[in-house]
Antibody, heavy 121, light 107 residues
Framework: EVQLVESGGGLIQPGGSLRLSCAAS????????VTWVRQAPGKGLEWVSS???????YYADSVKGRFTISRDSSKNTVYLQVNTLRAGDTAVYYC???????????????WGQGTLVTVSS | DIQMTQSPSSLSASVGDRVTITCRAS??????LNWYQQKPGKAPKLLIY???SLQSGVPSRFSGSRSGTDFTLTISSLQPEDFATYYC?????????FGGGTKVEIK
């Protein structure tokens, strides 16, 4: 069964950093695209970052230069390093797999259960 | 960036009703449009991919269609478990973008 489990969220002060983890099972992260999507409280879904099969990474403008996506094949885990956090980064962060292996035209299935990041002093 | 305009933002419907949700892309995205369902406190779930392909395990009352840059999600006969928020998402190019969501409530 394909499954994703996020961890690493928590309460962090503005300007702080966290590393979010997305542990995968049932598939190999290095052979797939894995994406991070966030959802601020009571708001819609916002794409954050994707890492593709070849290792190329893309970011939303709102996080570029502050967030870094990476993967560890030995742990079959994708990470999102989030730095210089702002109140506007407060959200549930989901990871999801794109099973197509393509750089475009894909979709997200399945999704993890999400991890909450709260940025507040 | 490709903007996805979803309408309506909310609707009230009764069990058994036919429900239609629309998503319009600001430019051509071919068939690269997906639909998700999200229930409160839960992760989104894929319903339709590539505009009209039904994800495995999703009931056949859900369907998707495309006309140019307009995309439609139809629920042919609304069931109690379908009350949720629905999102469209384009995967033609980064930044990947979602519609604003449609909350389907009980009338």
């Amino acid at each position: 069964e394909v499954q994703l489990v996020e961890s690493g969220g928590g309460l962090i002060q503005p300007g702080g950093s966290l590393r979010l983890s997305c542990a995968a099972s049932g598939f190999t992260v290095s052979d797939n695209c894995v994406t991070w999507v966030r959802q601020a409280p009571g708001k819609g879904l916002e794409w954050v970052s994707s890492i593709y099969r070849g290792g190329s990474a893309y970011y939303a403008d709102s996080v570029k230069g502050r967030f870094t996506i990476s993967r560890d094949s030995s742990k079959n885990t994708v990470y999102l390093q989030v730095n210089t956090l702002r109140a506007g980064d407060t959200a549930v962060y989901y990871c999801a797999r794109d099973p197509t292996g393509s750089n475009y035209g894909g979709w997200f299935d399945p999704w993890g259960q999400g991890t909450l990041v709260t940025v507040s002093s | 960036d490709i903007q996805m305009t979803q309408s309506p933002s909310s609707l009230s419907a009764s069990v058994g009703d036919r429900v239609t949700i629309t998503c319009r892309a600001s430019q051509s995205i071919s068939v690269y449009l997906n639909w998700y369902q999200q229930k409160p406190g839960k992760a989104p779930k894929l319903l339709i991919y590539a505009a009209s392909s039904l994800q495995s395990g999703v009931p056949s009352r859900f369907s998707g269609s495309r006309s140019g840059t307009d995309f439609t999600l139809t629920i042919s006969s609304l069931q109690p478990e379908d009350f949720a928020t629905y999102y469209c998402q384009q995967s033609d190019s980064t930044p990947l973008t979602f519609g604003g969501g449609t909350k389907v409530e009980i009338k």
